[in-house]
């Protein structure tokens, strides 16, 4: 069926496709997954954190 057979195309792209660092896009290295050192982990948990108490700021 049509559908099933894209559905695997999918599998396979995300198979092939190699995970990024969102932080500074270089490939992802374990055990830091999905980023590339604990450098840039612990700036997007930061990063997060901040957005977080930001909002926390604003709604109240
Ligand atoms: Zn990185």
Known sequence: MEVKKTFNNNVIQLKKKKPKCPN???PSKEPFVPFCS???AN???IKW????NYINVKTD
């Open 49 to 52: 954190l901040s957005d977080e």
């Open 43 to 45: 700036r997007d948990l």
């Open 38 to 40: 604990k450098n840039c």
């Open 24 to 26: 500074c896009t270089k």
